[in-house]
């Protein structure tokens, strides 16, 4: 490999950022930090196109990569990979005389990161970026045919695994599938935002930031919120998001009677810049990576008041209790209860503590340096 003085990182990519952004928007705005920084960042889009394009400032090679179902247990994966000549025709022209490190974040291209780390032997980075990442990695290494269960601790195709949560990480090395020293934490993080003034509603206003999908949970929000309803509470709660659970939930809220309560606003994406507006955040999830909703509610002077998981418990600082018990209805009400009827003092009190420990910990430029450091070490070793 030819010694070259631009630090370059290529990454495997199987979307653009769309409307709903996620983790190609997160994707996105880490290495369009780490450009600032002086990186160059290529992408490898999977297309089925054959050409490369420019995106937001970001080069973006398109080319078609090995089918991932049908492939993803069984060496089958790496066989057709062989026949699959554009990435590999383009990897070597591209890149195999330049000094770079080779990143994935989603599941299925593991197997394709460290085909390609392991054939070249260039530098690699795979970064987890949820329970779905880490259960689908988990599931590879339980299948007896998978190619590199005889050598899941040594994993020679790939140099770093990141994680977005110190949960996630302990997962990861509690179920003996990575080893430590190729592991580490990058926490999640946003963007902080000057203090924000409260705001006098007139009724309770709840938010839901969530895609509506099952292991969100967000039928029990409403069941708790229906009885409220009962009790003559009166309330409004918004929850913004789309996904497959928006049928099923829009049945329920008429079933419950809370037409004028609760609303499914849809996908915004400036739902950041309104979330001041609310008094309580609340989040029913099953299970999280690192989310990023709480976060910006704490960003945003709300407090969230979350089901006791242990990213969320990871996210709170260890003096404050804003949990309530998973799958039950009157832990919620509860919850709900206990902080409304708090003082304004002691609302005060505990939003200054969640600000605190949001600006200290979940800074998104401490996971920008985190990663530019990574970066450059590995670089060094090329």
Known sequence: MVESSKKTIVVLIRQLPDKSGGVQKGVFQLYAALRDKGFVIEFILDSDDHETIIYDGFKVHKVKFPPVYNYLFSKKYFQNIQLKKQIISLFESEYLKRKFVLVAHWAPDFLLLSYLG???????????????????????????????????????????????????????????????????????????????????????????????????????????????KKRGVDFICDIFGDGEQDHNLRILIGETGLEKHVFLKGFSPQIDESLYMYDLFISASLFEGMPRSPLEAINNNVIPILSDIPTHREILPDNLNLFFDLNTTNSLVSKIDEIINLSKIDKEIIKNCLRENLISKYDVNFRFKKFQELFESLMKEV
């Open 118 to 228: 392991h054939k070249y032997n260039v530098k690699t980075v795979f970064s987890f970026h949820g329970p779905y990442h880490t259960r689908k990695f988990m599931q590879l290494f339980n299948r007896k045919q998978f190619w590199l269960k005889s050598q899941k601790n040594k994993l020679t195709g790939i140099d770093k695994f990141v994680f977005i949560s110190r949960t996630l990480y302990s997962d990861m090395i509690d179920s003996g599938c990575i080893i430590k020293s190729k592991a580490l934490t990058i926490i999640n993080g946003i963007y902080i935002k000057p203090t924000v003034e409260d705001v006098n509603n007139d009724v309770i206003k709840f938010v839901v930031v969530s895609r509506l999908v099952k292991n969100k949970n967000i039928d029990e929000v409403i069941l708790a919120l229906n009885l409220f």
